[in-house]
């Protein structure tokens, strides 16, 4: 058995990042792939993170696993002093995957988490010199700008059919948060009848740990309660110690996970 490479690019990725593992008689027994994510906003104590794929037969784990992880090693050494982490993910009812991955030693405590916010009393204080207000999406130009935010804040899982879907839903806001004449900070929700979920969230850089999320996370609460909404569910990645700290802020009760993240720092 062998692990190759693809001769050119591969949905996007280069072909040094992509494996595939052949069989003596040249079949294919399976590939893997290596994401490089550079994510400072949303793991600020580690932020290199290689997400890999894997796909295949018994016989070919082991040896796609390994090329995986030392193709993670070498994209860590281009820069050895940011902290970097390999991870991948699975169900957390797949007990086979978990225990292989924590016979190689990986971490499987991580997790994404479903969260039910309980929702605030009162509308929430804006702090001094800022403001809130809609976010408008009537152009195509307004929805690219807003994707575009979002993934300079490390949200990339939100691309322009599932904003339109969000859209479509009975209740559904983009609110921003301002201070003076800066947009500091956006959040989107989206539910129907008495639910509805915290799709997205962040706030720039300069402008956490000032009290700005809770903020505008207990106004949108707020208005989100004004249309009937009386179940407020939210999902955030156990590591994320910024996404946890707003969650104790309302008093978040974890409600389930949905997927496990098996992981190891380099």
């Known amino acids: ?77 281009c820069d050895p002093n940011v902290r970097a982490r390999v991870y991948t993910n699975i169900a957390p009812n ?17 997790a994404e988490e479903v969260l039910h916010i309980p929702m605030p009393i009162g509308d929430g204080r804006i702090p001094m010199s800022c403001g809130v207000r809609p976010t408008p999406l009537n152009t195509p130009e307004e929805q690219q700008a807003l994707l575009y935010r979002l993934q300079m804040n490390d949200i990339t899982y939100i691309d322009q059919a599932y904003l339109s879907q969000l859209q479509r839903m009975p209740h ?10 800066e947009l500091v900070g956006e959040v989107i929700m989206a539910g129907q009848g008495e639910q509805c979920e915290l799709v997205a969230m962040y706030i720039t850089p300069p402008c956490r740990r000032q009290g700005m999320g809770r903020a505008l996370l207990h106004r949108s609460l707020a208005l989100m309660a004004a249309e009937g909404v009386t179940q407020v569910t939210a999902r955030i990645m156990s590591r994320s110690q910024p996404q946890k700290r707003l969650m104790n802020a ?15 720092f380099l």
Request: aromatic share 14%.
């Open 94 to 110: 797949d007990i086979r995957m978990k225990d292989f991955f924590e016979h190689s030693g990986f971490d499987c405590s991580d």
């Open 1 to 77: 058995m062998q692990v190759t490479h693809p001769v050119g690019m591969y949905h996007n990725l280069p072909p040094e990042d992509v494996f595939i593992a052949l069989d003596e008689l040249g079949n294919e027994m399976g590939m893997g792939y290596m994401v490089y994510q550079y994510q400072p906003h949303l793991y600020p104590d580690c932020p290199i993170n290689l997400y890999f794929g894997l796909d295949c037969q018994m016989a070919a784990r082991y040896m796609l696993f390994g090329a995986l992880v030392a193709r993670a090693r070498q994209l860590r050494d």
């Open 250 to 264: 309302f008093n978040a009760q974890v409600l389930g996970q949905t997927m496990l993240y098996p992981g190891l």
């Open 172 to 181: 559904f806001m983009v609110l921003g948060l301002y201070r003076n004449t």
